[in-house]
């Protein structure tokens, strides 16, 4: 092997660890775990390291990244449509669409001149085909074709949902089974883990996601116009207005709380916010675009409503796993990832429950819980390494809009309506 060779990957080796964000949250990640892990996957694999491509378009980010199979991150790169997005009032698919078409090509290249590995040196192309937008499912598609015939390489057609479920263990040597909640723009669900294609689902939202509603509740209250979010996601902007509100001043009615089960719901929620904006903007005879004096409250409220409701319906799944026997006896974890598990109200909401009940926290640094390249090339390399999912020949492959996620079994969730002990879900700031 070249020294030339080896000092690349040292190089590239220390790059990424400076990446990593490091947080003092508890739940961050222990950089002494990461460092062993890494130790032993060199050592297993300096020989011939797998290196993959990942592509992602599900949605309204542009990624790409290639990494090897010890989980170090050559090259990445992400081009992100929030703004445009924020400023229409909603991702349009169609504009959705020709952003990823204008970046895509862009964005891969990036990812591929930072890592200094050639396309016919890759060992796969992971590229997401569901769930998502169709319009930009079919970009990434597309653009991966035209790279697979060029270079001759393997297929790794990714499912996002299952990616953000596993990036957890490219930083971090979590074991099968564990506990997942992904919570995001476009998804809420409850998980087990069992294998890198193989989850329980525990319970999932039944109409809107919590990054959604954060989202439409921002624009209602015209948070774009507020000098401090003019470049914040909705949820961004309801967190940081949220520190200075008092949640108290309004009363909304936690949802679900006569169903004994993990399924979420938030359009009831966004309802009730939506009235009290409305009466609040009659009393403050406010016109459309200006901002209630009382939108820190609001804030305050519906953030802390969205996290009480999600830590309530996590408490429920861990003691149904518990019950069942579905987590390792000592240390079982709670892995949360999706956009809004950057929230670090609701992770610390969530925390109250996983003290309670002896869990392991662990959340990605947020850079990795959003959409981004880097989860799809490590599901990439997971199941390159695991042998499966791996297409020689990806004729007739289409992406798909709508896509299960593991095997429901929210059914025996519901059957077995436990009811919660008492928790007091008090942050203090
Ligand atoms: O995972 P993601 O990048 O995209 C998908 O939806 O798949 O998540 C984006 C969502 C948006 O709804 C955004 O408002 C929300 O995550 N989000 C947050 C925060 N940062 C982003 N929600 C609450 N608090 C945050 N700090
Ligand atoms: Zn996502």
């Known amino acids: 092997m070249s020294s030339s060779f080896l000092s690349s990957i040292r190089r590239a080796c220390n790059q990424s660890v400076g990446k990593i964000v490091l947080n003092s949250d508890r739940c961050y990640w222990n950089l002494k775990c990461l460092g062993r892990y890494r130790a032993a996957c060199t050592s297993q694999t300096a020989l011939q390291p797998r290196i993959v491509l990942g592509i992602e378009t599900s949605c309204d980010d542009t990624g790409a990244a290639v990494i090897d199979e010890a989980g170090r991150i050559l090259g990445e790169s992400l081009h992100s449509q929030k703004?445009?997005?924020?400023?229409?009032?909603?991702?349009?698919?169609?504009?959705?669409?020709?952003?990823?078409?204008?970046?895509?090509?862009?964005?891969?290249?990036e990812a591929l001149d930072m890592s200094r590995i050639s396309p016919s040196e890759l060992s796969a192309i992971a590229t997401t085909i569901k769930p998502g937008l169709a319009l930009s499912l079919g970009v990434g598609l597309e653009y991966t074709l035209k790279l697979l015939k060029q270079y001759n390489k393997p297929f790794i057609p990714i499912h996002h949902m299952e990616a953000h479920a596993l990036t957890v263990r490219m930083i971090h040597p979590v074991q099968f089974p564990f506990l997942v909640l992904l919570v995001s723009g476009g998804h809420c669900l409850i998980a087990v883990a069992n294998g890198i294609s193989d989850f329980l689902l525990l319970g999932q939202s039944l109409d809107e996601a919590p990054g959604d509603i954060l989202d439409k509740v921002a624009r209602r209250l015209s948070l774009i116009e507020h000098p401090e979010c003019t470049t914040m996601s909705g949820g961004q902007a309801i967190e940081h207005l949220a520190k200075q509100g008092d949640r108290k001043k309004f009363y909304l009615k936690?949802?679900?709380?006569?169903?004994?089960?993990?399924?979420?719901?938030?359009?009831?929620?966004?309802?009730?916010?939506?009235?009290?904006?409305?009466?609040k903007e009659k009393e403050e005879?406010?016109?459309?675009?200006?901002?209630?004096?009382?939108?820190?409250?609001?804030?305050?409220?519906?953030?802390?409503?969205?996290?009480?409701?999600?830590?309530?319906?996590?408490?429920?799944?861990?003691?149904?796993?518990?019950?069942?026997?579905?987590?390792?006896?000592?240390?079982?974890?709670?892995?949360?990832?999706?956009?809004?598990?950057?929230?670090?109200?609701?992770?610390?909401?969530?925390?109250?429950?996983?003290?309670?009940?002896?869990?392991?926290?662990?959340?990605?640094?947020?850079?990795?819980?959003?959409?981004?390249?880097?989860?799809?090339?490590?599901?990439?390399?997971?199941?390159?390494?695991?042998?499966?999912?791996?297409?020689?020949?990806?004729?007739?492959?289409?992406?798909?809009?709508?896509?299960?996620?593991?095997?429901?079994?929210?059914?025996?969730?519901?059957?077995a309506a436990i009811k919660l002990p008492y928790l007091k879900m008090k942050i203090r700031e």
């Open 83 to 109: 703004e445009v997005h924020l400023k229409t009032g909603g991702i349009i698919p169609p504009v959705a669409q020709r952003l990823h078409k204008e970046n895509i090509h862009r964005v891969v290249q």
């Open 254 to 279: 936690s949802p679900m709380a006569q169903h004994f089960d993990c399924n979420f719901s938030f359009a009831g929620l966004r309802n009730q916010v939506t009235q009290i904006i409305t009466k």
């Open 285 to 415: 005879d406010i016109q459309k675009c200006q901002i209630l004096s009382c939108v820190n409250d609001i804030a305050a409220a519906v953030q802390h409503t969205v996290a009480s409701h999600i830590a309530k319906r996590t408490h429920r799944a861990i003691l149904f796993c518990k019950m069942k026997g579905l987590l390792p006896q000592s240390n079982a974890a709670l892995v949360v990832s999706g956009g809004v598990a950057s929230n670090r109200y609701i992770r610390r909401t969530v925390q109250i429950v996983t003290d309670a009940t002896g869990m392991a926290l662990l959340c990605p640094p947020p850079k990795l819980c959003t959409d981004n390249g880097v989860m799809i090339a490590w599901n990439g390399i997971e199941k390159l390494k695991e042998g499966i999912g791996i297409l020689h020949n990806p004729e007739g492959i289409c992406y798909e809009p709508k896509a299960a996620f593991g095997a429901d079994i929210s059914g025996q969730v519901k059957e």
